[in-house]
């Protein structure tokens, strides 16, 4: 996303998430419900992280993948009594019901419901996130493993409740509040009142390119699989069978991934697609830019052989050098417990 001049708001909102407290309205993202009783054992099959061994009050993010592991998209998982709410990108919601409905078979105990115009999502984020969470009766999920959840039921409504789980949807720290549409506006201006600052979505995106957060049609698509975008922490090794299990397999054994997605400090605008180069030599391609409190900065993949951090490189004709982002990880894991 290129960008000009950032105005006051979204730098006091930036210096919110570092030093206060920040509301980000994620509504527009997509809620799909997988019930019945074979919902653990689907998802386990269709996505690559250890669903099944997960209990009710457990979450974590994986990622949806194609036959030869290429991205769909990254998605957290709440586990419920009885069903999984999946958080899904803005521009998966569709494709993914379809996608997941493919798989269902005639005697598949599973149903899809995408539950998006009837719900809302907050991400709060910030050192000043855990006395905000406290204050909406949460508290005993402070401290607790990304994707912990609990449901705070709301006053008068015994059939209605507000999700709050750990993990702000970045690496920043904060919460991830799933509640019904009837109560957003509620909800949203009791945290404004709590001393919240609202983030405006272009905030988010600089946020997110800061940060290594891939996004569809940018860094997730069907040219890169999960372990070139660095997604170690959403990939079970030992789990079994599943879509796109034999190539992730393989390229970890072998040691076989030959790019990496990485952040890129730039000394001026660059134009999205850009090719990155050494010399003459073309390593790679950008794929998302915004200009910064403190420059210009971009994520792009870049071949494994050609260097990591520091490198020094061009994108377009502009010079940059390769530094890591804080979202993904660089290095083959050691175990199959990944957690962020």
């Excluded at 000043?128 to 999920?141: F, M, Q």
């Excluded at 997730?220 to 879509?243: A, F, H, M, R």
């Excluded at 400090?265 to 409190?293: C, F, H, M, Q």
């Excluded at 490198?311 to 979202?327: A, S, T």
Aim: proline share 4%.
């Amino acid at each position: 996303m290129a960008t000009s001049a950032i105005d006051v708001n979204d730098a006091a909102a930036i210096k919110a998430v570092q030093e206060g407290l920040v509301v980000y309205d994620r509504t527009s993202w997509g809620r799909i419900k997988i019930s019945d009783d074979d919902r653990l054992r689907f998802l386990h099959n269709q996505s690559t992280n250890n669903i099944q061994q997960l209990k009710p009050g457990q979450g974590c993010d994986t990622v949806f993948v194609n036959s030869t592991a290429r991205t769909l998209d990254l998605v957290t998982a709440y586990i419920q009594d009885d069903a999984v709410l999946l958080l899904v990108s803005p521009n998966r919601r569709e494709f993914l019901m379809q996608w997941l409905d493919r798989y269902i078979f005639f005697a598949d105990k599973v149903q899809l419901t995408d539950v998006t115009n009837e719900t809302a999502t907050f991400s709060v984020l910030g050192p000043g996130s855990d006395p905000a969470i406290e204050k909406l009766g949460a508290g005993a999920i402070i401290g607790q493993p990304y994707g912990t959840h609990l449901l705070i039921p709301i006053a008068g409504q015994e059939d209605k409740s507000i999700l709050v789980a750990v993990g702000s949807g970045l690496a920043s720290p904060g919460y991830t509040l799933t509640l019904p549409i009837a109560e957003k506006e509620k909800v949203w201006n009791q945290l404004v009142e709590n001393g919240a600052v609202s983030l405006s979505d272009r905030a988010w995106d600089m946020l997110r390119i800061l940060q290594g957060r891939p996004e569809p049609d940018r860094e997730l698509t069907e040219d890169y699989n999960p372990l070139e975008v660095g997604l170690w922490q959403t990939i079970s090794l030992n789990k079994g069978c599943y879509i796109g299990q034999e190539t992730i397999t393989r390229l970890n054994t072998y040691k076989g991934v030959k790019q990496h997605l990485w952040g890129i400090r730039l000394t001026a605008p660059v134009e999205l697609g850009s090719p990155i180069t050494i010399g003459d030599e073309k390593v790679g391609k950008l794929t998302s830019y915004t200009e910064t409190l403190d420059g210009h900065f971009g994520l792009g993949y870049i071949r494994t052989k050609a260097g990591g951090a520091g490198l020094k490189v061009f994108v377009g004709d502009v010079e940059g050098e390769i530094v890591e982002v804080p979202f993904i990880s660089y290095e083959y894991p050691d175990s199959d417990v990944y957690e962020k």
